[in-house]
């Protein structure tokens, strides 16, 4: 157990107080100096190839798919239509392990569950980007709105983007062409 002082206490809270502020005021998108690459964007979704648990997501499991997605478009504009994936293609610095890593999702509630966080523990390396994405399966996931994608190492925030989910009809050219892409 670690013991502190009330000067310390009170030092730690100014502390944490002041990178809760900050946290609101990165830029979009925001990589820690923890990683090399991130790209973030919208991309044709795919069936998974297996399952991970990750009970504090609205499906109970994540997707691994079977390769990186190639982006579409970098953006932060994402169409609300079913096949579309979105996230980010992020990569540690050389020599980094950042495993566990807290990955939290946070968008408008789900009309069905009233769900607005999804969380889970995956993990990054300086070996190969590693993708932190988001695809549409279900028409209840279709909420139009602010999604933002954050992770956290040890305390410390690794990366976090912010993307706007918009109707299909503002993003013509990026809606059609994945519909039905993993509901094959």
Not at 81 to 97: H, K, P, S, T
């Amino acid at each position: 157990m670690m013991r502190a002082s009330v000067g310390t206490v009170a030092a730690l809270g100014a502390m944490l107080w002041a990178a809760a502020l900050s946290a609101q005021d990165l830029p979009n998108p925001y990589a820690s100096d923890l990683v090399d690459s991130l790209v973030h964007g919208v991309y044709c979704a795919e069936a998974p190839i297996d399952l991970e648990e990750a009970p504090e997501t609205a499906a109970g499991v994540v997707n691994i798919v079977p390769a990186l997605p190639e982006m579409r478009r970098i953006t932060t504009l994402v169409p609300a239509q079913l096949g579309i994936g979105f996230g980010l293609l992020v990569e540690a610095r050389e020599g980094l392990v950042l495993d566990p890593m807290t990955v939290t999702i946070t968008h408008p509630p789900y009309p069905d569950s009233g769900v607005e966080v999804e969380r889970w523990v995956t993990g990054i390396d300086g070996e190969g980007p590693g993708l932190i994405g988001f695809s549409f399966e279900l028409e209840s996931e279709l909420v139009i709105g602010p999604w933002v994608f954050e992770a956290e190492h040890e305390g410390e925030i690794v990366f976090r983007v912010s993307f706007e989910v918009v109707p299909p009809a503002l993003l013509p050219e990026l809606a059609q062409g994945c519909a039905g892409a993993i509901l094959s």
